[in-house]
Structures are given as C-alpha cells and as structure tokens.
C-alpha cells in the first residue's frame, strides 16, 4: 500500500485526491505516522489549515481558517445527518463569494446538500466532502464508501438493474429516485422531525421528512454542470467513471473498483481556460490507491 500512496501524494493537491484519500485512509484506519512519512513539507501545512488532520487524526487546528467558506471549504466528514448542513453551508459559501448568478448558486445548494444527504440516507456510510478555490476555478469534490449505486439500487429493489454501467445510467434519467422503491420497516430505528443534536445511531438513524430525499439526483447534477462553460464533472462508482466536459460524454471502465461514489465538480470562474488534463484524476487515484 505504501508505493500505491507515495504514487498520490503530490506537492499539489485537489479536492477530489483530497477526499477520496481520506475515505480510504478512514476506511483502513491508515496510522498517521504511514501518512507523514509520504507528505512534504509544504503540503503537510495545506492539509492542516484545511482540516484533513483534525477530521482524520483529531488533531486541532492551531492556526485561525479566516478564509474558510471564501477561498476553500474545509474538509469535512460526514458521518451523520447533523454533518450535512454544515458541509452544505461551508462549500456554498464558497461558491456564492465567486458567482454572481444568486440562481445557478441557489440550484448548486440543494444538488450539494443533497449529495451530502445521500452519504448517510442512501449509503449509509461514512464520507468527506470539500471546495477548493483557485484563479480560474472552484473545485467541489464529494466521496464515500457506502457501497455505490449498483448496491443501494439493488438493495432499494429497483428491478433490471445488474451491473455498474446500468446503475450510473438509471440514475441519470430524470425523476428517478431510489427512494420510490425503498421500503421503510415501521419499527425501524429513526429520529423524530424536530431531533436536535448528534444522532446516537449515525447514519444508521432516519429522518423521515419531506424534505429529506428531494430527488435532486444526477440528472440535476450534469443538467446543472452543462450550465456552466468549460466546467468539468466526474462521476465514479465501482468500476465505471463517467466524465462530462463541455457536453462530451467520456464512459471509462477502471481496472479497480470503488466500493462507493466519488465526484468532482470543476467550475471555471473567469475567462481563463479551466484546468485541464488527459487523465481523469478519479481514475488516477483509483488506480494508484489499489
């Protein structure tokens, strides 16, 4: 494992390297020691201001983040329901301080906050999610390990759906939700609407409102990045990524499978060209980590 996460490890990071790493280190319960001795000098301080030591190591942060929710949403784990807002509110406000468009932002919320929902109410997992902002581009990246979709839609008993390329699909056609299909135990454990507080079950816990699930699926996700010019989204989820940019619709086939979802989300925020590279940087890091 050590050569594989040396092979990640660079002097720059994204978010989507950033969580997904997280929730392998998670996971596997990677020693903090294993991860220092692959980290240098100056991404090791990144890493702290963002949070990535305090989610995974406890370890407090020592320095005021006086530009968390401006220039970077920190990284955080979700792991139960109480998270998401606090997710959501984070890496929306890093967004809405670099779009004007008061709409698309509006739209990105719920997609976001639905995201981060689906971790523990679909997955019922564990997660991490954060934003990046650089000069010509934010960055949202979300990941977790809650089986993906082939098996929460084979769990929710969605009939016809066999293999991971079906799943990605069914789940992008509008109005398709996994919850029509759910059925809910009456003496299953669950929270009342008005709990407040940590959950003592996790993501094991219920909410049932009708708020909750409001069906803001992938659909939404790439109707929405198609609204914006050049920008960039990555879906992965077991052995299938599938990559939009620009309309094009890229379909690769990894050689690992990831036992969850991961996405990242590229928005260019001026005229400057948006990043850009030949690899997908979920396929690589995918690939690496095995």
């Known amino acids: 494992m050590e050569k594989g996460l040396n092979a990640v490890l660079p002097n720059f990071w994204l978010p989507c390297n950033i969580v997904v790493l997280s ?14 001795g692959l980290i240098n000098i100056t991404a090791k301080e990144y890493l702290y201001n963002i949070g990535f030591y305090k989610e995974l190591y406890q370890v407090p942060l020592n320095t005021r983040q006086r530009n968390s929710g401006y220039t970077y949403s920190p990284l955080t784990l979700i792991d139960f329901h109480d998270n998401v807002n606090t997710a959501t509110t984070t890496v929306t406000s890093c967004i809405r301080s670099h779009l004007n468009d008061n709409n698309l932002v509006g739209q990105l919320a719920n997609v976001i906050s639905e995201l981060h ?5 679909h997955g019922k997992s564990f997660g ?8 010509d581009r934010i ?6 390990l809650g089986g993906g979709f082939l098996r929460v839609l084979q769990r929710a008993g969605v009939p016809g759906i066999t293999t991971d390329l079906e799943a990605i699909q069914w789940c992008l056609q509008k109005n398709n939700t996994s919850t029509k299909y759910e059925k809910h135990d009456d003496f299953e454990q669950s929270l009342p609407e008005d709990f407040m507080g940590i959950s003592p079950m996790g993501c094991n ?12 699926g992938l659909d939404f996700l790439v109707d929405l990045h198609k609204k914006f010019s050049r920008s960039i989204l990555q879906i992965a989820s077991g052995k299938i990524c599938v990559e939009f940019r620009n309309g094009t619709i890229l379909k690769t086939d990894s050689n690992l499978e990831w036992k969850g979802v991961a996405i990242n989300l590229t928005i260019p925020i001026d005229k400057t060209p948006c990043y850009n590279t030949d690899i997908s940087e979920l396929d690589e890091i995918l690939n690496m980590i095995g």
């Open 23 to 36: 929730t392998y280190i998670k996971k596997n319960q990677t020693p903090k020691n294993e991860i220092d």
């Open 117 to 121: 929902d689906n971790v523990c109410s």
């Open 128 to 135: 991490f999610s954060m934003a990046q902002v650089y000069t």
């Open 139 to 144: 960055e949202f990246a979300i990941a977790d």
């Open 205 to 216: 816990s219920r909410f049932r409102t009708e708020d909750n699930h409001q069906g803001l």
